[in-house]
């Protein structure tokens, strides 16, 4: 098998079971030997700021030297992002032949009428493919809220983290700051450590500490608006957070929270024995760069490209642009899933922009170009539809100079798609 049938064999898997649970995926992993069982954990859930938490921690824990795996979801630039160890992704032929072995334990169930999604296929490939490379921690990051999310066949973390929380997947997790918090409070275990983002809804928070003290787990609240700013750019943030002197090259007053949330992770499992100095930290979280979250593509002309397509990512974005781009002309370009709250996280950001292009992220779930400029409207007197990434790109680069600044923000599948059109632009090529 090749690496693009692999990819287009998981594709052809659901995405969504035909109902939750965690039956599915614990039959699998039995039949492929169970590779869960040989690794340990740090297991992470939330709505914002997961991918960051991630990154972070991975990065402190492979600086420590630690073999550290990372699972991911959703990838921006390649598949295979989602498959990682220490920052290297799993090698093409690898990815392929795992698949072309797990794939008759997927044929046997779907004969006995129990259907394996792709998030389920992904994460069973993930796991055998650390267990094998004899990771000494996998750090894993939920796919769809946590209490059923595949990820939580796991026996338990060594720590849990709920990042910040915000009202996204409702028609899945529920439509109040409650229900979804107990969704992603499901990956808690007894006894377990949790570590949680301070700044949650306070209907949110409550059912955090509600569930930690149910299930006598060490709850520890990671309050990053304590850190002590040292100085902070358009290039990242420097600062000292419990005692940690730390720099992250992530944009943005959330990023010191998110990076807040990943020192407490750290500093536990230094608590339970993993041998990770404040040095190791420091250097981790320093090298840490992250596609689509913020991410300064250019500095002249000044292009940034954010995958904001939720009311609190659009929050923390609007604050960053407006502490960071200050008197500059802004643009934007952005594009949309409709079964997202476009009007919330639009109202945030779209009375910033002197001018708006709209286009369509290639996902069947896309909101149109023109409807978006109709949500758009009332915040933004010039605003063009455009029928294509490039050609929304195109025209908004056109126009922009030196006291101006290009924002793309919108669908990760957007972001996907203008980062290599903004990559290939900077090298020339078009």
Same mark, same amino acid.
């Given at each position: ?181 107990? &969704? =992603?409070?499901? %990956? !808690? ?8 983002? $301070? @700044?949650?809804?306070?209907? #949110? ?93 250019? &500095? =002249?002309?000044? %292009? !940034? ?8 990512? $659009? @929050?923390?974005?609007?604050? #960053? ?110």
């Amino acid at each position: 098998m090749t690496y693009c049938e692999a990819v287009e064999r998981i594709n052809s898997l659901l995405a969504f079971g035909i109902k939750p649970g965690l039956e599915r995926i614990k039959e699998l992993m039995e039949r492929i030997g169970s590779p869960d069982k040989k690794l340990r954990y740090v297991h992470i859930a939330g709505t914002n700021g997961k991918g960051s938490t991630c990154a972070l921690i991975s990065s402190a824990l492979s600086s420590a030297g630690y073999k550290t795996g990372t699972f991911i979801s959703p990838y921006v630039l390649e598949f295979r992002e989602r498959f990682m160890i220490d920052g290297e992704m799993i090698p093409e032929q690898t990815l392929a032949d795992i698949v072309e072995e797990l794939w008759g334990a997927v044929e046997d169930m779907k004969g006995c009428g129990r259907i394996i999604t792709e998030f389920e296929f992904v994460f069973a490939v993930a796991v055998t493919w650390y267990a094998r490379e004899k990771c000494d921690i996998v750090v894993l990051e939920t796919g769809l809220g946590g209490r059923f999310d595949a990820t939580n066949m796991i026996d338990r973390a060594m720590a849990d983290i709920i990042t910040s929380i915000s009202l996204d997947h409702t028609a899945v997790l529920g439509d109040t700051y409650a229900k979804i918090a107990f &969704e =992603k409070c499901g %990956i !808690l275990r007894e006894n377990g450590s949790c570590i949680a983002y $301070a @700044r949650q809804e306070k209907e #949110a928070m409550e059912v955090i500490e509600n569930t930690a003290q149910r299930l006598g787990c060490r709850l520890i609240i990671a309050d990053g608006d304590k850190a002590e700013i040292i100085s902070s750019d358009i290039s990242g943030t420097e600062f000292v957070y419990n005692g940690l002197k730390l720099r992250i090259r992530l944009i943005g007053d959330h990023q010191v929270r998110n990076a807040a949330v990943a020192a407490e992770a750290l500093l536990e499992l230094r608590r339970q024995g993993l041998s990770v100095s404040d040095e190791d930290i420091a250097r981790g979280f320093a090298e840490v760069s992250f596609p689509a979250r913020l991410e300064l593509m250019s &500095e =002249k002309p000044l %292009i !940034l490209l954010d995958g904001a397509h939720n009311p609190d990512g $659009a @929050r923390a974005l609007s604050d #960053a642009v407006k502490k960071h781009l200050c008197g500059k002309r802004l643009v934007a370009v952005t594009g949309m899933l409709a079964d997202k709250d476009t009007g919330t996280s639009l109202s945030y950001l779209a009375p910033l922009f002197e001018k708006i292009f709209t286009t369509e992220p290639d996902n069947p779930r896309k909101m149109t170009a023109q409807k978006l400029k109709e949500v758009i409207a009332p915040c933004c007197d010039d605003i063009t539809a455009c029928k294509s990434a490039e050609e929304a790109f195109v025209k908004a680069y056109a126009g922009l100079d030196d006291n101006s600044a290009l924002v793309i923000f919108g669908s990760l599948y957007l972001a996907s798609e203008m980062r290599k059109i903004i990559l290939k632009k900077l090298s020339g090529e078009c």
